[in-house]
């Protein structure tokens, strides 16, 4: 059996968990969730869904009885800097979280600690970098790279052969055209028609969209 330390106390948190309760690994081997981490003291020394809240100072305790780790935290810059922390201190494996009632091809790539949600549909040769999250119901056509950390959310469409830089947000029932590359820690809004490249750091909205200003929240 897979135990597995889920790292946020919030909805998302409490997603993941439902999602490993449905799953077994490739070998058919049993996945539960064993634990939480959170940084809030309101929510440290307290249980969820029958499982115990650690601190997030716990996961650096050597003894801790856990097999691999989640980042179910929506802030995307956090969650590289706390993957980082984790890789270069405790050197802990993360668990990749794949829905049953998702659809994968045979030929993706997905990178370590990802979370693909129920009915997500990604395409031949695309690749998934480390910690994203692809939302229900999104489309990720074929031979597209998504990035590290960043989120699809629930259904926006990728045409093909798209690059995402990492830390981007493609928001809800986004689409992006075939063929565009989106900069790393990009905002894309709700509904917004990707018709064109994005650099690094844009905040674009709008059904014909447009650039509006820029993403200060990371470096």
Same mark, same amino acid.
């Given at each position: 059996?897979?135990?597995?330390?889920?790292?946020?106390?919030?909805?998302?948190?409490?997603?993941?968990?439902?999602?490993?309760?449905?799953?077994?690994?490739?070998?058919?081997?049993?996945?539960?969730?064993?634990?939480?981490?959170?940084?809030?003291?309101?929510?440290?020394?307290?249980?969820?869904?029958?499982?115990?809240?650690?601190?997030?100072?716990?996961?650096?305790?050597?003894?801790?009885?856990?097999?691999?780790?989640?980042?179910?935290?929506?802030?995307?810059?956090?969650?590289?800097?706390?993957?980082?922390?984790?890789?270069?201190?405790?050197?802990?494996?993360?668990?990749?979280? %794949?829905?049953?009632?998702?659809? =994968?091809? /045979?030929? #993706?790539? !997905? +990178?370590? &600690?990802?979370? $693909?949600?129920?009915?997500?549909?990604?395409?031949?040769?695309?690749?998934?970098?480390?910690?994203?999250?692809?939302?229900?119901?999104?489309?990720?056509?074929?031979?597209?790279?998504?990035?590290?950390?960043?989120?699809?959310?629930?259904?926006?469409?990728?045409?093909?052969?798209?690059?995402?830089?990492?830390?981007?947000?493609?928001?809800?029932?986004?689409? %992006?055209?075939?063929?565009?590359? =989106?900069? /790393?820690? #990009?905002? !894309? +809004?709700? &509904?917004?028609? $990707?018709?064109?490249?994005?650099?690094?750091?844009?905040?674009?909205?709008?059904?014909?969209?447009?650039?509006?200003?820029?993403?200060?929240?990371?470096?």
């Amino acid at each position: 059996m897979k135990r597995i330390g889920i790292y946020g106390t919030g909805k998302g948190g409490i997603t993941v968990l439902e999602t490993i309760t449905q799953i077994r690994d490739k070998k058919g081997e049993l996945v539960t969730g064993t634990c939480f981490f959170d940084d809030n003291e309101n929510f440290i020394g307290t249980s969820i869904e029958n499982l115990p809240v650690y601190g997030g100072k716990k996961l650096f305790d050597y003894s801790l009885d856990i097999d691999y780790l989640v980042l179910a935290i929506a802030d995307r810059g956090k969650k590289k800097e706390l993957y980082t922390k984790i890789k270069k201190k405790i050197n802990k494996k993360f668990y990749t979280v %794949i829905h049953p009632e998702s659809y =994968i091809s /045979s030929s #993706v790539l !997905i +990178g370590e &600690g990802s979370y $693909i949600k129920s009915g997500a549909i990604i395409e031949t040769n695309s690749c998934i970098g480390k910690c994203c999250i692809i939302d229900n119901n999104s489309i990720i056509s074929h031979d597209n790279i998504i990035e590290d950390f960043v989120h699809i959310a629930p259904g926006a469409t990728l045409g093909s052969s798209i690059v995402i830089g990492e830390r981007t947000l493609v928001g809800i029932g986004a689409n %992006i055209i075939t063929g565009m590359t =989106i900069g /790393s820690n #990009v905002i !894309i +809004g709700a &509904g917004a028609c $990707i018709t064109f490249n994005v650099s690094a750091n844009s905040v674009v909205v709008g059904e014909k969209a447009k650039i509006i200003g820029r993403n200060k929240g990371w470096k």
